[in-house]
């Protein structure tokens, strides 16, 4: 909602952050924390009780002008505070607080939340916000276009010869290592059913396997 000048000012100092901890502290007043509210609100919460054990009228009543009588202290607080603001605001201390203001306003719209230094290549303190930016610039630009020396990869001698067929060895071998109750692949057949079937299996699959590299493709279904 749209506000008068003076109301905003007033709005903001009651929330100004302060000035140690700009972000983690506020100044806000806590009405639940006043004398006058914690002693409106026992007296409440007594003739609540009463009320609730009793369910008469008259404790009831009682119940209810001890809730006005709380939310009375609330309204009388919140009313003395904005009066210690409005007339703080006509003082030479109103008018740096609000330059105050302004300045957490500007805080609260950066990225970075806190002030930040870092070091720069030479070792020297960076705490300005444009150096830093290009410090972390020039870092990540170096980090990621960097080129490592990695160490050879080992090569093994080539195979000569004509390849070797698949033994139902190396399938069993194989079948060994996969799980049971595990989710099927595109043929729909866990390893559970290659297991059961014994020598039979790994034989089977070891002439599917020597089919399809013979032919280099599955057979149709």
Known sequence: PCRCPRTSARYGLENLPSKRHARTETQRIKWWNLKDRKEAAIRGKSKYKLWWRTRQPEDRGAYLAAKREAK??????????????????????????????VRARHLSTLDMEHTKIVKAADETVLRRSGQILERWREYYNHLCDEEFCHPPI?????????????????????????????????????????K?????????????????????RTPDV
């Open 72 to 101: 009375k202290a609330v309204s009388k607080a919140k009313s003395d505070r904005h009066k210690a603001v409005y007339d703080m605001l006509d003082t030479r201390e109103g008018e740096r607080a609000v330059y105050r203001l």
């Open 154 to 194: 080992p090569t093994v001698p080539s195979v000569e010869g004509p390849v070797l067929p698949i033994t139902a060895v190396e399938v069993s071998a194989a079948l060994a290592k996969m799980k049971s109750n595990k989710a099927t692949g595109p043929d729909d057949i866990p390893a559970d059913v290659w």
């Open 196 to 216: 059961l079937l014994g020598d039979r299996g790994p034989m089977w699959l070891a002439t599917l396997f020597n089919k399809i590299v013979a032919e280099g």
